[in-house]
């Protein structure tokens, strides 16, 4: 890749060093639909295909298209400097600021035996969780997760997760707050905690490099996990990962009812387990909040 195409407009100079240090890059095929001209293809990164976007719509729509069309399989990767049509959970609008990480990974098939075969799809998104947060922690950071997919450092959002399943095949989305976050203003109005950047003390490169992390280490520890760790273990693994375990918390629900209740853990299905007026309850919907 041409060093000076990195000053273009829509590439974060956060950028710079990692499109130079995972180069050279080969422009994706202008005959390829699910490709469009301009954009850079590489696999130089991690153990798969790594598909580079100046812009797009979604890094979640361009992976399920590309997966569709067989050029894009498991571990495999896209990610974009700007990303205009980012969501969450929901279908919320998520905000891609500049230089921070956009980016969407394949997962690989459900195991076909073994303790994880009927548990891994009510997990995953917790397995997902507990797999980048290991990767995360070696560099340097301490993190919570705000069941069921947001990221927090010291109490604030540095990040997300969404995995949707297209045609029997599962990708995760991630954004992580690595240059900028949005105010408060920029929030929606039941947010439940602040945004913030996420502090590597151990990590100094940029989003390209980040996603090198996330991919090559994230799949060793996925396999790992899923070799020796047996589901009811993970679970007791997951609760000190888990934000505001043992705590009092003020539980919304899709009704708009809202009370208060002790997070007592999780269930083995990935439910929030709560305590309250004497009794337990699993929540499997609904948002919560600090108090």
């Not at 719509?57 to 495999?76: D, F």
């Not at 949707?164 to 995760?172: A, K, L, M, Y």
């Not at 809202?258 to 929030?272: H, K, P, V």
Request: charged letters at 20%; one cysteine or more.
């Amino acid at each position: 890749m041409d060093p000076a195409s990195v000053d273009e407009p829509s590439v974060h100079p956060f950028w710079q060093d990692d499109l130079r240090e995972y180069g050279p890059w080969a422009p994706a095929d202008p005959d390829c639909g699910a490709i469009p001209a301009g954009w850079l293809v590489g696999s130089g990164l991690a153990h798969g295909t790594v598909v580079v976007a100046r812009t797009c719509a979604s890094t979640m729509e361009l992976a399920s298209r590309l997966v569709s069309q067989g050029l894009l399989g498991p571990w495999g990767a896209v990610i974009s400097a700007r990303q205009t049509q980012g969501r969450g959970q929901l279908r919320r609008p998520w905000a891609s600021l500049a230089g921070n990480l956009h980016a969407s990974i394949v997962l690989p098939p459900a195991p076909g035996e073994g303790a994880w075969t009927h548990a891994i799809s009510d997990l995953l998104p917790l397995v997902v969780g507990h797999v980048f947060s290991e990767v995360l922690g070696r560099l340097g950071t301490d993190l919570r997760i705000k069941w069921p997919n947001d990221i927090l450092q010291c109490g604030r959002k540095v990040g997300g997760m969404l995995i949707e399943e297209r045609n029997g095949t599962s990708i995760v989305g991630v954004g992580l707050n690595l240059v900028d976050s949005p105010d408060d203003s920029q929030m929606r109005e039941d947010h439940s905690v602040p945004a913030a950047k996420i502090r590597l003390p151990f990590f100094s490169s940029g989003p390209l490099a980040l996603l090198d992390q996330l991919v090559n280490h994230g799949e060793n520890v996925y396999a790992v996990m899923l070799d020796e760790i047996p589901p009811p273990r993970f679970i007791s693994m997951f609760e000190s990962k888990l934000a505001w375990f043992g705590r009092i918390i003020l539980v919304k629900e899709g009704d708009d009812s809202s009370y208060e209740a002790l997070l007592t853990g999780l269930s083995l299905d990935g439910g929030l387990v709560l305590r309250r007026d004497g009794g337990e309850s699993v929540l499997y919907s609904g948002s919560i909040f600090p108090l």
